[in-house]
């Protein structure tokens, strides 16, 4: 799977099916057992890129932005047998290119990915605060 081919692609819908499979595959949480809800997520992002290999999506990221200040990287996935090779770095890179270099890039991590984030250059916020979903 060295010499694999990865198509990338901005602001394509997504089958909800997809995105729920390579969350699973990928090892984030989300709630992929309520497809409707995953429908919603995905139904008007203001930045979506996804990752592919010929038919299948291996890779995806959601961003909420205003295109001047800031964006919300909500989203990144890659499933786990193309973990490796790059996907994730350039899902961020593609992100960092569309909004320019005078919008903040802010994300929040989930526990198992903390020391990825610091090799792409986010810095580590002491200052944000979150108020937790119910569900």
Known sequence: MNNITIDYRHNVPLDPIDVARVFDQSGIKRPTGD?????????????????????ELVGLSRSL????????????????????????????????????????????SAPDAMSYYPTLGFELAQNAYVIRRKK
């Open 65 to 108: 932005t205003d295109h001047a200040y800031c964006c919300y990287l909500s989203d990144l996935a890659v499933d786990k047998k193309y973990q490796g090779h790059g996907i994730g770095t350039e899902l961020v890179k593609r992100t960092q290119a569309i909004i320019g270099d005078e919008v903040s890039l802010i994300l929040l």
């Open 35 to 55: 497809l409707a809800r995953i429908a919603r997520m995905f139904a008007a992002p203001s930045l979506l890129l996804s990752a592919w290999v010929g038919d």
